[in-house]
């Protein structure tokens, strides 16, 4: 197939990259690893002891930093569709998200216990139409926070992708009603063309 001059362009864009080419010389599976970092310096994400579950974790890049941030001293289980090699640290759960079966499999291996950090850079595949796309991202960013408001601890943080358009003033609007402080934020390593944004939740106002 031949590519067309968007797929060159992305490609020379991907190798040129500042943060992929930093994610090859750091032994990260992402470059995403780096937006995690910034926000987890920031906001003072992790602490020993913690669980944090990952959600649509492959190819691992952030549970990479959660592994190294906790450095063994608490528990991180990352679930995703697609396969992700193993990290030293994580367990690992392959399964869809908008299903009932892996769920009930991440309860399990929780255990009962509740999660300090939920965190999600979830994303649909894109089919280039963009009201289909914006609201399929919505629907998993959606269910990301029903997952953390389910089983986060009353101190715990939720930190969820979510793009800017159509649906954002309503998804914020239902995290300011749930958590009881959130935040925005935009890593530098989040490219400036992207719409991308992180919201950061802390506590529940329906445990405070």
Same mark, same amino acid.
């Given at each position: 197939m031949k590519r067309t001059k968007t797929s060159r362009a992305? $490609?020379?864009?991907?190798?040129?990259? =500042?943060?992929?080419?930093?994610?090859?010389?750091?032994?990260? !599976?992402? !470059?995403? %690893? =780096?937006?995690?970092?910034?926000?987890?310096? !920031?906001?003072?994400?992790? !602490?020993?002891?913690?669980?944090v579950v990952d959600l649509g974790a492959a190819p691992g890049g952030w549970s990479q930093v959660a592994a190294q941030q906790l450095d063994g001293r608490g528990k991180v289980i990352a679930l995703d569709l697609l396969e992700m090699g193993a990290i030293p640290g994580v367990t690992f759960l392959q399964g869809d998200f908008t299903e009932d079966e892996p769920l009930r499999a991440l309860e399990a291996e929780l255990g009962g216990a509740k999660v300090d950090l939920v965190l999600s850079d979830m994303a649909p595949n894109m089919s280039g139409v963009n009201v289909t796309d914006q609201a399929r991202s919505f629907y998993?960013?959606?269910?990301?926070?029903? =997952? %953390?408001?389910?089983? $986060?601890?009353?101190?715990?943080? =939720?930190?969820?992708k979510i793009f800017q358009g159509a649906g954002f003033e309503d998804y914020v609007r239902a995290a300011r009603g749930a958590f009881r402080k959130v935040d925005m934020r935009k890593p530098k390593a989040s490219r400036d063309r992207s719409n991308e944004v992180y919201l950061l939740g802390r506590g529940l106002k329906a445990a405070g």
């Open positions: 992305w $490609m020379q864009e991907h190798v040129t990259d =500042f943060y992929v080419k930093q994610a090859k010389e750091q032994g990260y !599976r992402s !470059r995403a %690893a =780096f937006k995690l970092l910034e926000i987890a310096d !920031r906001d003072k994400l992790f !602490r020993p002891g913690m669980v998993l960013a959606e269910l990301a926070m029903d =997952f %953390a408001l389910q089983h $986060m601890h009353p101190d715990g943080v =939720f930190l969820v």
